[in-house]
């Protein structure tokens, strides 16, 4: 899981690659002379058209649904509607997230600290490297009716089931992250004789900082995930319980419209997690690092 | 004393640790001791439910993870290779990477029911999106002299497909595949949480519902194991075939 | 010199094989334009081997990526046997500078050479033959099960040669071949060229910043400077088929024409 978090930031591949590939599509002449406006309304088109046209299709092909289980796009989007101004998607969702966030910032913690100390400490990295990869491939989902069923549908349980599943790749990453510190830092660190808790937080921290966001960037998605499940599972709150209420009650635009809100906050999420990473690690990325 | 000895002492000293805790009372009373669950995991070996619903499972995560790789490698490579359609699908692609979707089971199972075509369905449409991302990541990559090379002897669109673009992406591929392979059993046993689909999610629940704790233990631990077997087993799969990635960018 | 169809016999005797004409190539566009070619004419004859020299930066590589069909020019035309050129041709077949990549590391050295002939539809045992054969032209004997990373970078460039040379083109074109190898091994792969080329009797175009190698190795050689990039000078070497890293670099003729490119060089 980590390796894609770790390949996923936007490097500039080999300096040839781009330049050349760009070189040979402009000389086919298609651009010439156009001006900066045009080019920029061409690329929003060329990227938005295909998320027009699908929403078109599917708007028009469900006009007339005859099929209950299917809704037309236009009554999903109005109960969507109706359902946000009157605030009951509102307090299921500030409930979910309130969760997500909580469960999100224990894993955070915790893996983070695990990570450090472990990925200081060879020895017992090295034993107990077994015991986390078994943990951390029992399958998230799997927990969720364990530990509802033994602490209830309340709020700390399901946090606690997001903090588990999250846990794993901040772990790892962290770890990976220590490593790969550049020796001569810790010679540095070494040789001034920098005290240990100064050198965690100066020196090994920031420098397994890309590592570590990368770790939780693969986490987002998972405590999603896990969220949605611990919901629709048991709960009496949240945007889960609010799709499987839906559902349970045949009401078949909202559970679409919930089902579909999901997803936007699971995009919004992401895009917003890239303006926090871009923030967080602005050195990293000015410096040129690889 | 040998790294083995300390690692069995680890998860000893794990398992002592867990009966103690147990024994202190600070875990809900139904919470099974180790004795109970080593006892219930030998019986797992012994039931024939318990491999049904293993096999179950297994195959549906199987399944969908086929479906997912090899349309998702198609797709990307075709996607990545031709600039035009990278650009106008990079918004539905990151849309549909960040969207949960055990979110849409309700959705799901008002369509298809409660089936193991379902299941199949959701999972497949889960690991498509990691193998799909990366092998977009992988055909985009392709070396600039790679190409040129493959445009001066002018090489036919398929053999560039099969013998160029594809392995040139592979490591990136196969990294997908390994990151759906855990998605695929992790949502597989979601669905048969969730929808009560045949499988090993569903004896954990009915298992927690039966109050038969250590049966549910056993079977998480089952499920913790095939994932961490497959991974292993991908990863050696991975070290062999991409021999050649590791060599060249030495 | 090459066999040549009887009615095509009249006009190989006049027309050169490879003929450029009024090339300009420049990249990016409007304000941002930056020529890199200006007006460049030249001709080579079936046969010959013709260096093209100039300073790094000049444009060389842009020259051979156009007479390669790979970029197209702003203005003018390549020809190829009196055919102008629209892209990536038959008779043409390049070994870039950076013999490592356009090699495929997932290919063995044998697949790497028989792959072109794969791509035309010629059958497995006939280009795994002809690929053999190659392998074998070029030094490489019995080691096509190989892959390229465990060969030195000498041994990768003979690949890269052999693949070229079992794709039967006409026409070799060659971005700076020697420029990342060793001396001792770039001395072994110029002897090597001019051998093939004698043998095999194929046209060569060598692109290269070192004078000394253009001299060395050609019938012709053509001097590019000025910016953008025009040809400033042509030199027929006049040195015969026979070549030695001593002997011909100890001519006086060699000295004679290696003072006036740099001469031309400078005042450019
Ligand atoms: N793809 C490209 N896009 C824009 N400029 C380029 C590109 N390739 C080369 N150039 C520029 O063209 C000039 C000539 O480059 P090149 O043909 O590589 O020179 P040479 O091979 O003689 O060293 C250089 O100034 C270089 O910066
Ligand atoms: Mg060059």
């Known amino acids: 899981m980590t390796e894609t978090a770790l390949r996923t930031p936007p490097k500039p591949g080999p300096g040839t690659v781009s330049t050349k590939n760009a070189s040979v599509r402009q000389a086919g002449g298609t651009f010439r002379e156009r001006s900066r406006f045009a080019k920029a309304l061409l690329n929003v088109l060329q990227r938005t058209w295909l998320i027009a046209l699908v929403f078109a299709i599917w708007w028009t092909a469900s006009a007339n649904s005859t099929n209950i289980f299917i809704p037309s796009l236009e009554d999903i989007l109005l109960s969507l509607r109706r359902d946000l101004s009157n605030g009951v998607i509102g307090s299921g969702a500030s409930y979910s997230l309130t969760n997500l966030g909580a469960g999100l910032l224990l894993a955070v913690v915790v893996g983070i600290a695990g990570g450090l100390v472990l990925g200081e400490t060879r020895r017992l990295r090295e034993i107990v490297d077994p015991v986390i990869h078994f943990f951390r491939s029992v399958p998230q989902a799997a927990l969720v009716p364990l530990i509802i069923g033994a602490f209830g549908i309340g709020q700390g349980p399901k946090i606690y089931t997001i903090a588990f599943a999250c846990m794993w790749p901040v772990l790892l990453n962290t770890i990976d992250g220590v490593l790969g510190v550049e020796p001569t830092i810790r010679k540095f660190s070494k040789v001034y004789r920098i005290p240990a808790g100064l050198h965690f937080r100066r020196v090994v921290l920031p420098a397994a900082l890309p590592q570590i966001v990368a770790g939780i960037r693969v986490a987002l998605p998972i405590g999603i995930t896990v969220m949605v499940v611990s919901e629709l599972f048991a709960a009496n709150k949240g945007l889960g319980f609010y799709i499987l209420n839906s559902s349970a009650t045949f009401q078949v635009p909202e559970t679409w419209a919930g089902a579909l809100l999901v997803g936007v906050i699971g995009y919004i999420l992401s895009l917003l997690f890239i303006v926090f990473e871009r923030r967080i690690l602005s050195w990293y990325f000015k410096s040129g690092a690889k | ?250 | ?268």
């Open chain 3, 1 to 268: 010199m090459a066999v040549q169809a009887a009615p095509e016999q009249e006009q190989v005797a006049t027309a050169p094989l490879l003929q450029v004409q009024g090339l300009t190539m420049s990249y990016g566009f409007g304000d941002a334009e930056n020529k890199i070619l200006n007006n460049l004419n030249l001709e080579v004859n079936d046969g010959e081997f013709v260096s093209i020299v100039g300073p790094s930066g000049v444009g060389k590589t842009t020259l051979l990526r156009v007479l390669s069909g790979l970029i197209r020019p702003k203005s003018g035309t390549v020809s190829v046997g009196g055919e102008a050129i629209s892209g990536p041709h038959r008779d043409l077949a390049v070994v870039f500078q950076d013999y490592s990549r356009s090699l495929m590391p997932w290919m063995t050295t044998l697949e790497n050479v028989a792959f072109p002939l794969q791509g035309r539809g010629v059958g497995k045992k006939e280009r795994n033959e002809a690929a053999a054969k190659n392998l074998a032209a070029v030094g490489l004997g019995g080691q096509g099960h190989k892959y390229p990373w465990e060969m030195s970078g000498g041994m990768q460039q003979r690949v890269a040669i052999a693949r070229a040379l079992a794709y039967n083109a006409k026409v070799l074109l060659m971005d700076e071949p020697f420029a990342s190898v060793d001396a001792q091994t770039r001395f072994d792969l110029e002897d090597l060229v001019i051998d093939l080329q004698s043998n095999l009797g194929v046209t060569i175009i060598l692109v290269t910043h070192d004078i000394d190698e253009a001299l060395y190795l050609a019938d012709k050689v053509i001097v590019l400077a000025e910016k953008p990039a025009t040809v400033v000078d042509v030199i027929e070497t006049g040195f015969g088929d026979h070549r030695d890293q001593v002997e011909t670099k100890a001519d006086p003729r060699f000295a004679e024409a290696r003072a006036r490119i740099l001469h031309r060089l400078r005042s450019h």
């Open chain 2, 1 to 250: 004393m040998g790294l083995t000895s300390q690692r069995l002492l680890a998860v000893a000293a794990l398992l002592a640790v867990w009966q103690l805790v147990i024994w202190s009372g600070s875990l809900p009373s139904m919470t099974p001791g180790v004795p109970a669950i080593v006892t219930a995991i030998a019986n797992a070996f012994t039931s024939a439910l318990f491999w049904t619903s293993l096999a179950q499972t297994m195959t549906a995560a199987v399944t969908g993870w086929v479906i997912a790789v090899t349309a998702g490698t198609v797709l990307g490579l075709v996607i990545g290779s031709v600039p035009m359609l990278d650009r106008s699908t990079s918004i539905l692609i990151d849309f549909g990477r960040s969207f949960p979707v055990l979110a849409l089971m309700p959705v799901v199972i008002m369509l298809l029911g409660a089936t193991a075509q379902m299941e199949i369905f959701v999972v497949s449409l889960s690991c498509l999106w990691p193998v799909l991302v990366q092998t977009i990541y992988g055909a985009r990559r392709m070396d600039a002299s790679v190409v040129d090379t493959a445009r001066t002897f002018q090489i036919p669109r398929l053999l560039w497909f099969r013998r160029i673009l594809l392995p040139s992406a592979t490591p990136f591929i196969s990294t997908g595949i390994r990151i759906s392979a855990s998605i695929a059993i992790l949502v597989s046993v979601g669905v048969e949480v969730l929808s009560q689909t045949p499988g090993i999610g569903r004896q954990i629940t009915l298992a927690q519902q039966a109050q038969r704790w250590d049966q549910a233990f056993a079977y998480l631990f089952f499920a913790g194991l095939v994932g961490w077997g497959i991974a292993g087993l991908l990863n050696l799969a991975e070290g062999k075939i991409l021999k050649w990635n590791r060599q060249a960018n030495d």
